[in-house]
T-cell receptor, first 114, second 115 residues
Framework: ETGVTQSPTHLIKTRGQQVTLRCSSQ?????VSWYQQALGQGPQFIFQ???????GRGNFPPRFSGLQFPNYSSELNVNALELDDSALYLC?????????????FGPGTRLTVL | AQTVTQSQPEMSVQEAETVTLSCTYD???????LFWYKQPPSRQMILVIR??????QNATENRFSVNFQKAAKSFSLKISDSQLGDAAMYFC????????????FGTGTRLKVLA
């Protein structure tokens, strides 16, 4: 059973640029959630995708957008990068539709905005 | 809105001793889940233990156990026989709506284990 994977591991961008982060969900999972973890903080929910549709969104501006593909993998896109976007971005996959589902986290992508 | 509070930014414990990490939360929901996650320097979030709100019995996983006080909205983690490998950031998290929706995390507690 393959776990949640994320790419790239690290990347550096400059303010105003755009970035795409990728996540492959664990085998058998149909839901992907994205979290932003600023340095010294707990993860904050960005949004969740279920069956290729956004299924809830946290308090993040529209320049944070996402996609989910038929194989349940997902992308997080951030436009017009700001310095405060520097953070660890975590992806978590799970299986919706059962009474309990645990979210399994990937290793994260460390984004630095200069 | 739900909130999760961890009031201990850092804790230290001697190897082989017991330590308790605190967490309080606020919610108006009756059905929810609570979790403790461990995040070592490798950054991977690892589930330590979970508790279903409808279960009165406290969850245990080997050396890890919780004290779940639903009325007080308190969810503490006890680590017995602490090991050097337990050193990490520990996050308390709330999952509502059957756990299918977003998790709400606390700010974390850094646990140091002293040899």
């Amino acid at each position: 059973e393959t776990g949640v994977t994320q790419s790239p591991t690290h990347l550096i961008k400059t303010r105003g640029q755009q970035v795409t982060l990728r996540c492959s969900s664990q085998s058998g999972h149909n839901t992907v959630s994205w979290y932003q973890q600023a340095l010294g903080q707990g993860p904050q929910f960005i949004f969740q995708y279920y069956r290729e549709e956004e299924n809830g969104r946290g308090n993040f501006p529209p320049r944070f957008s996402g996609l989910q593909f038929p194989n349940y993998s997902s992308e997080l896109n951030v436009n017009a990068l700001e310095l405060d976007d520097s953070a660890l971005y975590l992806c978590a996959s799970s299986t919706a539709g059962i009474s309990y589902n645990e979210q399994f986290f990937g290793p994260g992508t460390r984004l630095t905005v200069l | 809105a739900q909130t999760v509070t961890q009031s201990q930014p850092e804790m230290s414990v001697q190897e082989a001793e017991t330590v308790t990490l605190s967490c309080t939360y606020d919610t108006s929901e009756s059905d929810y889940y609570l979790f403790w996650y461990k995040q070592p320097p490798s950054r991977q979030m690892i589930l330590v233990i979970r508790q279903e709100a409808y279960k009165q019995q406290n969850a245990t996983e080997n050396r890890f156990s919780v004290n779940f006080q639903k009325a007080a909205k308190s969810f503490s983690l006890k680590i017995s026989d602490s090991q050097l490998g337990d050193a990490a950031m520990y996050f308390c998290a709330y999952g509502g709506e059957g756990g299918t929706y977003k998790y709400i995390f606390g700010t974390g507690t850094r646990l140091k284990v002293l040899a």
